[in-house]
């Protein structure tokens, strides 16, 4: 047997170090069915590869905002596989890099403009305001939708969005969007009457209220605009969630008590 075929195992207090997290999180993992370490006669236990994998979904997964009931399910179904996880994860980091990426190029052009000791003009500082302090209002995606917003959406019906966008945290209702969408591609081709679907409904529905006033006009506009940018062979592939989502995201609301 060579060396590299020899497979390393950790210790419970090496694998909490190495992963950032405490000897009793990797306990409770435990005790759900999350992880199994292998044990010995004595009770110690071990970490491998396979549980370090195991490991790598569910911290992932709980990133994304789901809860230990719901990752237990996923990590037994869809989600048992390393490669499932590491897609959606893909996506997630992707999309948030490349609205760092074009924050940073507006960043260094300000700078490199200010250290030659020219002024930055009102558009430029308009610009950089929006992109980079504000950005989570307009990633790429969703400048692509402007056309069907402009067919759906009267100039009073953008000046109440935006009015009501002023109301609240932008960087805090952008996060939640992502742990729902994450949490939405998650759950797809899973019983949307079920507890972890429902949750999922119930938060979705508060996020587009706390767009719209609960204005039942605007939100029907809302998923007109939706409806109309995933039919889009040019819009569809840059949305973060397609059909499927929005067809599950669907069928759970409709599982709701009003």
């Known amino acids: 047997m060579s060396v590299a075929s020899i497979v390393q195992y950790l210790s ?26 292998l044990k010995s006669r004595a009770g110690w236990r071990a970490y491998g590869p396979e549980a ?9 997964l709980k990133r994304l ?12 179904g869809r989600f048992s596989k390393l490669e499932a996880v590491l897609e ?14 074009r924050g940073l190029v507006l960043v260094r052009s300000a700078r490199a403009r200010l250290a030659a ?14 992109e980079t302090t504000m950005s989570d209002q307009a990633p790429e995606w969703a400048k692509k939708m402007e056309p069907s917003i ?27 969007w992502d742990a729902l969408i994450a949490k939405a591609k998650a759950l797809v081709g ?20 706390l767009a719209t006033g609960g204005d039942p006009a605007l939100q029907a506009k809302i998923g007109q605009v939706w409806k109309d940018s995933l039919a889009n062979e040019d819009v569809a592939p840059m949305l973060p969630f397609g059909p499927e989502v929005m067809a ?6 409709s599982h709701l008590k009003s």
Not at 22 to 36: A, D, F, M, N, W
Not at 65 to 76: H, K, N, P, R
Not at 190 to 209: E, G, M
Request: a positive charge.
């Open 12 to 37: 419970p207090a090496q694998t909490a170090k190495a992963l950032g997290v405490t000897p009793r999180t990797l306990r409770v993992y435990e005790q759900r069915g999350l992880v199994r370490p």
């Open 52 to 60: 370090l994998a195991r490991l790598h979904q569910v911290l992932a």
């Open 65 to 76: 905002g789901l809860s230990l009931a719901e990752i237990a399910v996923l990590v037994s």
């Open 88 to 101: 959606l994860q893909e996506e997630v980091l992707a999309r948030r890099r490349q609205e760092a990426d």
């Open 117 to 130: 000791g020219k002024e930055l003009s009102l558009d430029d500082l308009t610009k950089l305001t929006k």
């Open 150 to 176: 402009d067919r759906h959406f009267s100039d009073t019906d953008k000046a109440t969005m935006v009015q009501r966008a002023g109301d609240f945290d932008q960087a805090k209702v952008t996060a939640e």
């Open 190 to 209: 899973t019983d949307p009457a079920a507890p972890q679907a429902q949750d999922l409904a119930r938060r979705w529905r508060a996020q587009v209220r």
């Open 248 to 253: 599950f995201v669907g069928a759970a609301m």
